[in-house]
């Protein structure tokens, strides 16, 4: 395991490439003692993607300025355990999740940001929402909802591609999310869509250049995970 200092040349590496940016954190596998150091490290912005990793390793006490976002594919029924423990969800990807999140929300007294997960690497496999027009429908019912705030939109790259083009469709990719922001802003001006969350340890300098405002890694910070 990393040593506070260890970790504190690490994430100030990181924030001197990416400027402005929020870095999360993806704590996803880490045990709770290195995401404490990290934290003590300057590390603010945890994110996972598993609601049981989540409720283990979040559901005690833990400082005002550590804030957990959900960035995974998040199933319906797991709403009601990750709402009350998540200060954000990344990875809303259909109007009835919205729905579900709005209804959770209002259970436990507090209004949800969440972002639109888009599919701009155009793969089948991948989560998010894949047209313009879904993007728009559900921009349009969460303005009727009261305990959810659209803050804006995440996405990745390309998971499987040749190695050779990878980068080139990565930057298509983010490209394609950023002119689908500026879009629905100037469409949906009474909302305040700014967050772009894009970009991981292989390719957050090319979310950088695209224009994100929130990059999100795991393994430059904490290592190669072990899933065994
Ligand atoms: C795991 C994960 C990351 C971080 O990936 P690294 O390559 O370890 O930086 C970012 N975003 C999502 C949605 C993830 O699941």
Redesign the pocket.
Known sequence: MRTVEEYRKILDEIKSKTGSAVL?S?S?TRTLEEIMRSYEAGARYF?E?HVQEIVEKFSGERPQDMKVYM??HLQSNKVNKVVPLVDMI??VDSVSLLKKIDAASLKCGKVMDVLL?VNTAEEESKSGFSSKEEVIQTLEEAGKLKNVRVRGF?S?GPVNCPPEIKDELTRKAFARTRELSVECQKRFNNMDLSIL?M??????MIGIEEGSTMV???????G??DYA
């Open positions: 999360v993806v996803k994110g993607n960035i995974g990344q990875s997960e995440m990745m969350s970009g991981m340890s292989g390719d957050y999100r890694i795991g393994t430059a910070i904490y190669e995970r």
